[in-house]
């Protein structure tokens, strides 16, 4: 039988990673993995995940299964934080998930199991392992024109345009917020011409919401799916908690879907049913961590807090490098990355141009050109901008 497996193909950014470490240089810099990581390079803890970690700790009685579906309280909690307060209870389902890249499979899952037929929509670019997964499923899946390769913003009407042909039944896969991999956002405006469109077809939306608190602001960032969420009969939102609560390795995440009041039931044993037949019962622990911080007052104001440091510590790095790449180049063509939002900007580099970086500056990137701007400092933004130059870009 083993005889009969073939070679996969690496993932493309983990084998970067090994590049990455392999490099002896003392002079590197590692812009590929899509983890938060501070100016000395590590991904913290943040201290309201340690004090509730410690509260957990000290309180916990039993290692017994939870939930089949996860904590009811752990969905509440992750409702209001996406939804926001008043979020239609009655209509919503849920379950915990490992991970974000759990509640998207999910999704995906729950989405075929309710039309075969259905066709998955997705941006040109998006995140590699959306396009993985639904290739691994043998599910039908088309792309629609999202990114601008000259302006590096969103071409909105060609992806208009192409979201046109959706059909009745269709599922479209929308980028809550911090666009991966090109960090440029739909306006609210435009959420609300993309909510018009699916209204007219009957096309259903999904959407991924791996940053919150990310870009904008924990409340701004949710804009654009409660807006979805409150035009739309059925939304599928599929939410991590790696990123916005440092718990990467926790693997949590959460798949709502709002339907009607009367299909709640069916949906939400319908998503119980899924969980059992992939991996059973979801992991408990990050689902403790994250519903102690966000019901606690005193945890939840220091969470916030430390959000937005890590929030506005991007900000001001895209703004540097914006600087930066301005002063060298004498030219504006760079101020896109001020504009972006989240741990990610396309820069439109070639590839050729992505390997020179390597090879000469020790600059790790996708071959895409996407950079982490987490993986900069204050140090490293000269550098990245100077290579940039030099190699043409």
């Not at 290739?135 to 979201?163: C, H, I, P, W």
């Not at 960090?183 to 609300?192: D, F, H, V, Y």
Request: net charge negative.
């Amino acid at each position: 039988m083993l005889n009969n497996l073939k070679p996969q193909a690496p993932d493309k950014i983990l084998a970067l990673m090994e590049e990455y470490r392999a490099d002896e240089r003392d002079q590197k810099v590692d812009l590929g993995v899509g983890v938060y990581k501070d100016a000395e390079g590590v991904t913290p803890i943040m201290s309201a995940i340690h004090k509730a970690e410690k509260q957990v700790w000290e309180t916990e009685t039993t290692k017994k299964y939870a939930g089949l579906a996860g904590q009811p309280e752990f969905h509440a909690a992750m409702a209001e934080m996406v939804l926001g307060k008043g979020y239609p209870a009655d209509r919503l389902s849920c379950l915990s998930t490992v991970g974000g890249t759990g509640a998207c499979r999910m999704g995906f899952e729950l989405a075929r199991m309710a039309n075969p037929d259905t066709t998955i929509w997705v941006s040109d670019p998006t995140w590699p392992n959306h396009l993985s997964i639904l290739n691994f499923m043998g599910q039908a899946f088309k792309t629609y024109s999202y990114f601008d390769a000259e302006t590096r913003a969103v071409d909105f009407d060609a992806m208009l345009s192409d979201l046109k042909a959706v059909k009745s039944g269709d599922i479209v896969l929308l980028h809550g917020c911090c666009h991966n991999p090109t960090g440029a956002n739909l306006t609210l405006e435009q959420w609300g011409q993309v909510a018009d469109l699916l209204e007219e077809s009957g096309a259903i939306p999904m959407i991924d919401l791996a940053y919150q608190g990310f870009g904008d602001g924990l409340e701004e960032d949710a804009a654009g799916t409660r807006l979805i969420a409150q035009r739309l009969p059925e939304v599928l939102i599929a939410a991590s908690c790696s990123k916005n609560f440092g718990i990467y390795r926790e693997r949590t995440g959460c798949l709502m879907v709002l339907g009607d009041a009367a299909t709640q039931k069916t949906t939400q044993g319908s998503l119980a049913y899924l969980n059992r037949q992939t991996y059973s019962f979801p992991p408990y622990h990050g689902q403790a961590l994250v519903t102690r911080v966000l019901t606690d007052p005193a945890l939840r104001a220091e969470w916030e807090a430390e959000l937005e440091e890590v929030r506005t510590g991007m900000l001001a790095l895209r703004q540097q490098l914006a600087d930066e790449l301005r002063r060298l180049s004498n030219s504006d063509r760079f101020d896109f990355v001020a504009e972006h939002r989240g741990m990610f900007s396309r820069l439109g580099a070639t590839p050729e141009q992505v390997a020179k970086m390597k090879a000469e500056n020790g600059i790790y990137m996708v071959g895409d050109s996407r950079i982490n701007i987490a993986g900069l400092n204050k140090n490293s933004v000269p550098l990245l901008a100077r290579a940039l130059l030099d190699a043409g870009v």
